[in-house]
């Protein structure tokens, strides 16, 4: 997928003016690649035009106007991009009861070892790779981000939508699969031309 860079970004005061309608379509297309597998974990499927939003509200958060520092955000944020025949999301931990936020964050250890979340089509599977940096032995991050390396059959039969398609985890402490939209497929065949 074609990096991000600076000349792909709108000027501060274009982007403002422009924001609501942006941030509209983006949250549209953020809905349709977004999933929830059980009562925890939910991932977003990036893309180009999600990091290029996320780079624009990162400048105008953060009244980013360095070009150097306009160069480095869309640095840190073209790295969430899917390469060649991949899909990448960020995959979300997300505990609501602030009571239970540690017991049930520590259950979630060793979720990022692999075969773990697959994605399913049929009889094709593949498994996340997640970002290193973001659990240790006793402590694990509620973000990560991480990417699933496609094969050819996978693609074959994730075109074919009447071929079933799931997200899954298989942890010690976390079973769950949510069934793979229409909307989210063709989302991700776009992803993989």
């Known amino acids: 997928m074609k990096h991000v860079t600076p000349q792909d970004l709108l000027s ?12 509209q379509r983006i949250i549209a ?26 780079i624009q509200e990162m400048l105008r958060t953060e009244r980013i106007f360095a ?7 869309c640095d840190v944020y073209n790295a969430l991009l899917p390469g060649k025949d991949e899909l990448s999301a960020t995959f979300f931990i997300e505990i609501t009861d602030s009571d239970k936020i540690q017991e049930l964050l520590d259950s979630f250890q060793a979720i990022d070892e692999s075969q773990t979340v ?3 089509v049929g009889e094709q599977q593949i498994f996340a790779n997640f970002e290193a940096g973001h659990s240790k032995e006793d402590k ?4 990560h981000f991480v990417r699933f390396l496609t094969t050819p059959a996978f693609r074959d039969h ?3 939508p009447e071929i079933p398609a799931f997200l899954t985890i298989t942890h ?15 989302e991700w065949l776009l992803d993989l031309q």
Request: glycine residues 2%.
């Open 172 to 186: 010690p402490h976390y079973h769950a699969k949510a069934p793979i939209s229409p909307e989210m497929r063709k």
């Open 158 to 160: 994730l075109a074919q």
């Open 118 to 120: 697959g994605i399913r």
């Open 140 to 143: 694990i991050s509620a973000v």
């Open 67 to 73: 070009p150097e520092k306009i160069q480095e955000e």
């Open 12 to 23: 501060a005061a274009d982007y403002e003016e422009q924001r609501t309608e942006i941030r």
């Open 29 to 54: 297309r953020k809905k349709r690649r977004r999933i929830t597998v059980g009562d925890y974990i939910t991932l977003v499927f990036e893309n180009r035009e999600t990091v290029l939003f996320q």
